[in-house]
Structures are given as C-alpha cells and as structure tokens.
C-alpha cells in the first residue's frame, strides 16, 4: 500500500466540492420553476394581493433567481439553511431531529445487506449453476424488479397486522415516545445509554421490517456484483494453483479471492449505502417513519424549497462524500487506479 498524493486527493476534494455545488444549482433552479407556491401556503388561495406580494418580497421571491441563488449561498456560508415553511422551524433544527431517523434506517439496512449479499454472493460464485446460484440470482431479479412500496405495505399487512411479529409504523409505539432524552439522535443507542431497555426492544420491532424492506434492493445488487467479482477471480491462474495444491474451496474463497475483491467489495457497498440513504424515502412514506425522507416528501407538497434544497445538500453530501471515500480506498489499496488517475 502506497500513500496517495497530496494533488490528487485535492482533486478528488475538488470534484466533490464542484458536484456539490452543481447538484445545488440544479435543485434551486428546478424548484423556482416548479407550479408550486410557497408563498400561497403561508399567506393561504384567499389572501388579499397587498398580503400576498408583501410576503412574496419578505421571502425574496420577487427578485431574479440568480440573485437568489447568490442570496441562499450567503446564507449557507453561516450555516444558515433558512426557516421552513412546514413547521416554522430553521431548516437545521428540523434536519437535526429528522436525519438521525434516516441514518439509523439506513445503517441497519447496508450491515443486514452485507452480512446476506457478500456470502450469498461468494457461495452463488463457488457454486455456479447449482440451485443456490439458481435461488441467488432469482433472489436478485425480483429485489430489482418488484418496487420497495409494495413490499412494504405486504410486510406491514403479513408481519404486523396479521402475525404480530414486529412493530408498526414510526420509530417506537406512542406511550414510548419521549422518555428517551436524544444524545446521538440514534434511538437503539439512546435507549440502551439510558438504560431503557423495554423503549430498546421496541425501538428494534419497529426498525427491523423496514430495515429489511430496505435492504432487499440492496442485497439484490451487492449479491449479483459479489457473484460476478468472485467468478472473475476463480478463472485466474492464482486460484486454479492453489486448487491444484489441495486447497479448499473454502479456504480458496476466504484467503485468496476475498482479498482480491476487497476493494471492489467498498466500492459496492459505498454505493449501496448512499442509495439506501436516497432510497428510504419510499420506505420511510411507508412505514411513517419520521426521517428525512418524509421530511421532504411534506416539504415537496407544499413548495418549501428551504427544506428541500437543505434535504438535498444532505443526503447528496453523504452520496457524494460515501463515493468520494471508497475512491480513496481504491486508489490507496489498488495501484492499478492510482498508476490509471495519473
């Protein structure tokens, strides 16, 4: 392993701050040409038109978009993401207590996606054409074809409502909500640091459906790349060596190909997590759980581009900054990339 250059890193952090800033300027623009009316849903249709322009000037609506593009970057400079119009709140203190929620989510989904998607993936590998390749790509096609909100009414309506097996919708059942003082924001961790044990148990019924609702798009894509990368590596000449010595199959997979598509393996497994970030939205409409998703998903109702474009700075950051670390990792463990960048 060789260090990675102070230059190229700089460029890496140079795309990321570039496609930050581009995402930015696309969401703002669309959502000032959207039908939406922000001003219309704080003033409300019946207010008279003094009232109405009064508002959309406080707002800064009346000025052309590039000044109040130039207008929002000033404020986002000190942190400001502006006030939301859903809730009357600053734009961060809602995405403070909405995005834990969404992490949370999201974290509990990429680690059960790992733990099937890798093994199922090695095992299909090293088993190609038998019935557990057969069963992991069929696992794979429906994870991919069948969309997340169906599964996610079907678990509700199988597991919830007609086996009792996990908890409902939201992050803990009503007469918990509240005792639990946020420290971390992350409500499993908060409850077992307070010694609230019954709050935990309750907490982990509510999040395991949707986390594995979640995941199963994701066990999809980690499986049939994991298969693929593996059936890369047991043709090379390493692996059919080692086979002639006398070593296992097992031995071979976890010793000799595992290493090699370590690599590869973060990379996925990067991008996973950041889709999984994107992709709770659906889940989260769901399962109402009170995450970022939903947050944006009230906040597109009505037009609050505040919410939005912070939303959007948030969890395109974490995409971004997700890829951004797995490319590091690439260039740092493979020289290959690193000899290729420059």
């Known amino acids: 392993m060789k260090e990675l250059s102070v230059a190229e890193f700089g460029r890496r952090i140079a795309h990321l701050i570039v496609s930050l800033f581009i995402l930015l300027l696309v969401t703002f623009v669309i959502g000032r040409v959207l039908p939406a009316d922000p001003v219309g849903a704080?003033?409300?249709e019946l207010a008279d038109p003094a009232a109405y322009a009064a508002m959309r000037q406080r707002l800064g609506l009346d000025l052309p978009v590039y000044e109040q593009f130039f207008i929002y970057l000033k404020g986002l400079a000190h942190g400001?993401?502006?006030?939301?119009?859903l809730t009357g709140n600053p734009v961060s203190a809602d995405l403070a207590q909405a995005f834990p929620?969404?992490?949370?989510?999201?974290?509990?989904?990429?680690?059960?996606?790992?733990?099937?998607?890798?093994?199922?993936?090695?095992?299909a590998a090293l088993f190609r054409d038998r019935l557990i390749d057969k069963i992991a790509r069929v696992i794979s096609l429906v994870g991919h074809s069948i969309p997340v909100f169906w599964f996610g009414i079907v678990g509700l309506v199988v597991f919830y409502a007609g086996l009792n097996w996990v908890g409902g919708p939201g992050r803990v059942d009503v007469y918990y909500e509240g005792i639990v003082t946020p420290q971390t924001g992350l409500l499993l961790v908060d409850s077992l640091l307070q010694g609230e044990t019954d709050i935990f148990w309750n907490a982990l019924s509510h999040i395991i459906l949707p986390a594995f609702i979640l995941a199963y798009a994701a066990?999809?894509?980690?499986?049939?790349?994991?298969?693929?990368?593996?059936?890369?590596?047991?043709?090379?000449?390493?692996?059919?060596?080692?086979?002639?010595?006398?070593?296992?199959?097992?031995?071979?997979i976890i010793g000799h190909v595992l290493p090699n598509i370590a690599v590869q393996?973060?990379?996925?497994?990067?991008?996973?997590?950041?889709?999984?970030?994107?992709g709770a939205v659906v889940t989260e409409i769901v399962f109402s759980w009170p995450g970022i998703g939903q947050?944006?998903?009230?906040?597109?109702?009505?037009?609050?581009?505040?919410?939005?474009?912070?939303?959007?700075?948030?969890?395109?950051?974490?995409?971004m900054l997700l890829n951004f670390l797995a490319d590091i990792a690439y260039a740092v463990f493979d020289p290959r990339t690193r000899e290729a960048v420059r």
Do not use: C, H
């Not at 400001?80 to 119009?85: E, N, P, V």
């Not at 998903?297 to 969890?315: F, R």
């Open 42 to 44: 704080i003033v409300g």
């Open 80 to 85: 400001d993401f502006g006030t939301a119009i």
């Open 101 to 123: 929620a969404t992490f949370e989510l999201a974290t509990l989904a990429v680690i059960i996606s790992t733990f099937v998607g890798v093994p199922l993936g090695l095992v």
């Open 219 to 252: 066990v999809a894509y980690i499986t049939r790349m994991t298969r693929s990368f593996t059936l890369e590596q047991l043709s090379q000449d390493y692996v059919i060596a080692a086979r002639a010595k006398g070593v296992g199959p097992a031995r071979t």
């Open 265 to 278: 393996l973060i990379t996925i497994l990067a991008i996973s997590y950041g889709g999984l970030l994107e």
């Open 295 to 319: 947050y944006m998903t009230n906040a597109l109702m009505i037009g609050d581009m505040n919410a939005i474009l912070a939303a959007t700075i948030i969890v395109g950051f974490f995409f």
